[in-house]
């Protein structure tokens, strides 16, 4: 900031032009994604290490999609893109859903975009629920919000497992 010579003082013209630099580039870093002031807990547990970003391309038939139409896919979980399935905390993310086996032994499937911003939720097993770690919305293992700032549920998907337990179906 500018200091005048003779007197040392700033005038307020000085103080609100250096102030309004001051919060304009304040401003830039936050958009820019530097600043990240968000999330409401600075001790937010990790989530599973179980989960997978892609739809891998084999052991998937079916749609996968909300863009392409209803969910509706079967998962062979012989494979080894979802074998995963069958152990408790793990969970895939494949197209628009994310998929996980509960701690109480069952698969569950919701949409992936958290319905704050959009961010791929992530399943926790520790807290047997699915995390935000954009914002730090929480939602439980129906898609109910538990902590915001999202207000609205995920949607929830039905799944149905064979009776030898190799396949799992999804459907809206």
């Known amino acids: 900031m500018k200091m005048n010579s003779v007197d040392k003082q700033m005038n307020r013209g000085e103080f609100l032009r250096d102030l309004g630099m001051s919060s304009a580039a304040l401003m830039a870093f936050y958009c820019m994604g530097t600043l990240t002031a968000c999330s409401s ?5 990790s989530p599973s290490t179980g989960g997978t970003g892609t739809t891998p391309s084999s052991g998937i038939t079916g749609n996968a999609n909300t ?15 979802f074998s995963k399935l069958k152990t408790a905390g793990q969970y895939v993310i494949v197209g628009s859903v994310i998929v996980a086996k509960i ?4 698969v569950v499937a919701l ?3 958290c319905t704050h ?8 097993s520790g807290q047997d629920d699915m995390y935000c770690p ?13 902590v915001g ?4 549920p995920l949607t929830q ?3 149905a497992l064979s009776t030898d337990g190799s396949t799992l179906t999804v459907t809206a």
């Open 103 to 106: 701690k109480n032994g069952s």
């Open 111 to 113: 949409s992936k975009a």
């Open 67 to 81: 863009g392409s139409g209803a969910i509706n896919f079967k998962l062979d979980l012989t494979d080894s893109n």
């Open 157 to 159: 998907y039905k799944t």
């Open 149 to 152: 700032p999202a207000t609205s």
């Open 134 to 146: 954009n914002h730090g919305s929480e939602f439980s293992t129906t898609g109910a919000v538990e």
């Open 41 to 45: 807990k600075s001790d937010d547990p």
């Open 117 to 124: 911003q959009g961010t791929d939720v992530q399943y926790r």
